[in-house]
């Protein structure tokens, strides 16, 4: 647990401080060597060998870079960041369910290998979309969902969420990550806060509700990766995060959330 603690506290720290203090050229190179490590480890979960997941994870990368280079600057309103986002969002909304309650069922290494960029591309030019104190806001989200439903599951938990994939997840701590969701969104909309200028008498319905979709597709995400890693055979998607896994391991949740959240700010901002 020391460990665990530990690593999480210096990714944390070094994620800050390349997001606010890093030019945004760099910044871009960093998430590209994100989605490059994450890549490979999908390769490997995908069953390529060595050096195919090697070069998938390379090729990610490139894709990421080319698109992020031919759109610059991003933008999520734009028509073809505003595609590949709402993209995204159809397959974690719709694709994914379907997905996870048929079951993976041994799916081809071509299709794990086309369903990993869907998930690491877009999300990485999400990122790259949202201004430093945007991004911030949704990746709090996400690690808010989380924290609480890893605490409020294991105080409440009973009742399985998906025990064929995850059997550590149960439908108390996804209310228990609802729950702080929704605290944490009124608390970012409040007068004075980051999006209290945005946040208006009915307009707070939606924004509540979107907020508890970002939730749930965080959780989506989460469960997602966990049956991608139970179809290769995997507990975790890499060990390069002591106490962590893979980097995959880390994003898992991100990489469902960022494009949806990305559409939702440019919605909240232009209203």
């Known amino acids: 647990m020391l460990v665990r603690v530990l690593t999480a506290a210096v990714l944390l720290a070094a994620f800050l401080a390349a997001l606010f203090l890093l030019d ?8 590209g060597l994100v989605i490059a490590a994450a890549g490979h480890e999908w390769g490997r979960l995908a069953r390529l060998p060595a050096a195919g997941a090697l070069l998938y994870g390379a090729a990610a990368a490139a894709l990421y870079g080319a ?45 794990l290998a086309l369903t990993g960029l869907v998930v690491l591309v877009p999300a990485g030019l999400a990122a790259l979309s949202l201004a430093p104190a945007q991004l911030l806001l949704a990746l709090g ?17 009973r009742r399985k969420l998906a025990p064929s994939i995850s059997p550590g997840k149960t439908w108390e701590g996804a209310a228990g990550a609802a729950g702080a969701t929704l605290i944490y969104a009124i608390i970012c909309a409040l007068p004075g806060a980051p999006l209290g200028a945005y946040v208006q008498g009915a307009g707070w319905v939606a924004y509540l509700a979107v907020a508890t979709l970002l939730c749930a597709v965080s959780i989506a995400g989460d469960l997602f990766e966990s049956a991608v890693k139970r179809q290769a055979g995997a507990k975790d998607s890499g060990a390069l995060l002591p106490g962590h896994g893979g980097v995959l391991d880390r994003i898992d949740s991100i990489t469902s959330t960022l494009p949806i959240a990305a559409l939702s700010l440019h919605w909240i901002a232009s209203r």
């Open 24 to 31: 945004r050229t760099w910044f871009a190179g960093l998430v």
């Open 67 to 111: 698109l992020a280079w031919a759109w610059h600057p991003l933008a999520a309103g734009d028509g073809p960041e505003a595609a590949t986002f709402v993209a995204a969002a159809l397959f974690w909304l719709l694709v994914v369910p379907i997905w996870l309650k048929r079951g993976l069922a041994q799916p081809s290494a071509a299709l």
């Open 141 to 157: 989200l996400v690690w808010i969902a989380d924290t609480a439903a890893y605490l409020a599951g294991r105080a409440f938990g």
